[in-house]
């Protein structure tokens, strides 16, 4: 009786493995975006329904992604035997027929040409990405980033979804997110890279380039700023990330795990989603 349960849960366990998305901090660069550029389209009076389908078609999507690569062999987890390429049939089913009814369903609500040219364009990057992924561990943060880009996408979708409206505002909510998130990946491999380092001066040396591309982005933020492109707000949005970015380097605090350090993110996420709205709104 013992084995039997062993082996079921074990059989569990990896169905979970083939079918559950495993890029944890993904969720936070798809659902951040959404969300602030749905909250700036409802407060300039859009509608919350087409936004609604947009979540559902996004979700579907982005879960579809993980059993249809195990089924296919393309992804790290895959398939090993019959067996489990006909179990997987029932997630890739599943999640594209919410997402394709979602889909559907938005596109008679929102303006179709412009979400298809979002998509599009999601599509083309994400391919980049894969590309990428193949050239294994020295473009692998690369590869992150491009496809954080993709995932911003879901910022201006919302937007438009919401105010059927395009443009400056749509673009600036892609851009700013994505800047956020590729400084989120940026610290959390630099982070992990300097768990085992005690001294200040060891972690000044491991983040150098981190610490780099921190000043540049507020270099970047405030030429915005003075040439009139970002609301002075915005500048407030990315501050406690950018002081959580060298703060670490001095704190006497036991390093975080890996798990913590992703839910620590995730606030910062959020934190960052309610300033932009704030900002821009």
Known sequence: MAAAITSANAIQQRHHALATPREHGAWGMLLVPLATGAAV??????KLLPVLWLTVAVLALFWLRTPLESYLGTSLIRARSDQERRWLLRPILLAGIAASLAAGLLLLSAPPLPLLGMAAAGGVILA???RLNKRGRTTRMAAQMVGALALCLTAPAALCASTERTGTLALMLWLLNWLFAMNQIHYVQTRIRSLKLAS????IQQARWFLADEAALLVALFAARLAGLLPV????AFLPALLRGVSWIFAHAEAPSVRRLGLQELSYAIGFGVLLVLAVA
């Open 233 to 236: 707000w915005t500048l407030i």
């Open 41 to 46: 389209g409802l407060l300039h009076g859009g």
């Open 200 to 203: 200040a001066t060891e972690r």
């Open 128 to 130: 980049l990405q894969s």
